[in-house]
């Protein structure tokens, strides 16, 4: 067992185990840490507690130290720096005229190197642009290529359900989303309604897809003959997370309802119903 810590470096960012050492950490604590990018300025996620070996990469960085009144200073400063750094990065990628959109730009805690954050449709040719960016700054210069997703995570934004987006206020990783998952949750197909402002499909298509498979697993499909209550009939139609069946009967013009309980009590086979 290894004693961690969690700490965030972005508000929805993902989340990085490190060894507390000594330190007495609490959750929302700010903290100096060493990362393969340097060192860094983040925050506790969660308590310290105890994992497997297989849940952490080895070897375990270690936190440095809790983080002082004067970090926090140095963090806001290098944010100024940073902004002064974007504008500068649009200047010199428009002089290259290249094909790419610069989205975000940050520094190190310890000013060791500037990121530069950008989308494109292809790969870009951009070495000219880090030796114009790096005699300019005179630090290390990275320029890393993100996808749609991971542009609107960092933007932010209100999605079509009228709120904050999810990927920029909790969500850690993306999960692959499947247009499979809209349709096993009877939702219109038009790209328009279940796209968020990336432009690809929802993450929150996710969130009931389970449940969804579940009862999917349970439910007989549409066109299964059965026995109900009141004689035989045809399934015309689903209503999954409430486990309820149409069902249209072989001598009557109109459709009823009835549980998946209803059904199974009818001697329908588990079989019969998901045949």
Sequence with gaps: MY???????????????????????NEGDYVIVETVRGIEYGKVAGQVREVEEHDVVLPLKRIIRPAQTEDLEKVEENRLEAERAFTTGVDKIQEHKLEMKLVDVEYTFDRNKIVFYFTAEG???????????????????????????????MLGGIGPCGRMLCCS????DFEPVSIKM???QNLSLNPSKISGLCGRLMC????????????????PDVGTHVKTPDGPGRVVG???????????LADQDHVLE??????????????????
């Design 238 to 248: 689903l209503n999954l997370l409430e486990r309820l069946l149409q069902v249209s």
């Design 123 to 153: 790969r870009v040719d951009f070495r000219n642009l880090v030796k114009d960016l790096a005699a300019i700054f005179r630090t290390r210069i990275e320029l890393r290529q993100i996808g749609v997703r991971d542009e609107a995570k």
């Design 258 to 275: 009835y549980t998946l309980e209803e059904l199974m009590g009818q001697q329908n086979s588990v079989a019969q119903l998901t045949k």
């Design 182 to 184: 809209a349709k096993d």
């Design 3 to 25: 004693k961690v810590v969690g700490v965030r470096f972005k508000k929805a960012g993902k989340i990085y185990y490190f060894d507390p050492v000594e330190f007495t950490l």
């Design 204 to 219: 929150c298509l996710k969130y009931e897809n389970d449940e969804y498979e579940e009862a999917k697993a349970l439910m």
């Design 169 to 172: 206020t909790f969500l850690g």
